[in-house]
């Protein structure tokens, strides 16, 4: 291997910087050459790339998202439009890529891989729904995020005495939303891996009420309901003035924490060392502290039964 590339793909997620800077001076240190690709597979097709030396990664560690860009590029799963892409790549006589993304990418780089393309991908996203890894890049940084803008919820919904219903990214992941009930003090939590009854929620609001609460907090997961309607749902049927927030987009930015700096750059620099040992479609995780790989093939099926944090939840739970 004498020449890498290196892309981010699908959502942009805070630490993907710090992956892409491993991947650089590890290549570089290495003797190889290392294109950065703009705009992740869209890029790719279009032949838009960079040489980077060590200073094109200079000033890039504290920043969030991703400094090369990314897209969604649907036109990727057709055959004939990853063909162009080979071709570019093979014109390029780049002899392998690192694919920074969420599982979407995965799939991806595991069609190149097959097409005759090395890739190797790292889980860059905020939802920390892939499978093989026990973190995701940029998850801790959303958390912090949330956190913080459910403190301020707090502050609102205790004066007034509100209900504050809080609605979390995460696709269909509830890690995020669990894990901000728990920090940041929930009273319940609705999650896309378990059926959700409204009226156990209007009981639970209820009961606090009756035990002297004066506010409550409900964290709850994106697309599983509009909120606007559930918050005017139990605010009908409880009598107490209900809001909802939609945090949206401001999660995915924001200055990576120190752990998703250092998981991404971890990551980054182990990608380059799995790919001089002719690792090819592989994806890189993080398991009890310790870096791994697996098989894309193996990480793509167990994504649609990725397991389910059960003991996560039992503890938010607890602390309702
Ligand atoms: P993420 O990588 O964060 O899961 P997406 O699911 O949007 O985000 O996937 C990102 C990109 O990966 C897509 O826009 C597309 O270019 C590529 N991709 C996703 N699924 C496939 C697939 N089945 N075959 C080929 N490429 C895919």
Known sequence: IKRIGVLTSGGDSPGMNAAIRGVVRTGLSEGLEVYGIYDGYLGLFQNRMILLNHCSVSDIINRGGTFLGSSRFPDFRK???????????KKRNLDALVIIGGDGSYIGAK????MGCPCIGLPGTIDNDVSGTDYTIGYFTALETIIEAIDRLRDTSSSHQRVSIVEVMGRYCGDLTIAAAIAGGCEFVVVPELKFEVQDLVNKVKFDIAKGKKHAIVAITEHICNVF???KYIEKKTGKETRATVLGYIQRGGKPVAYDRILGSRMGVYSVELLLQGCSGCCIGIQNEKLVYNDIS????????RPFRQDF???AKRLF
């Open 313 to 315: 939840f039992r503890t």
């Open 229 to 231: 309607d559930l918050a």
């Open 298 to 305: 193996s990480i793509i099926q167990q994504c649609v039964h």
């Open 111 to 114: 069609k190149l891989s097959d």
């Open 79 to 89: 055959y004939t439009i990853r063909e162009k892409v080979v071709r570019n790549i």
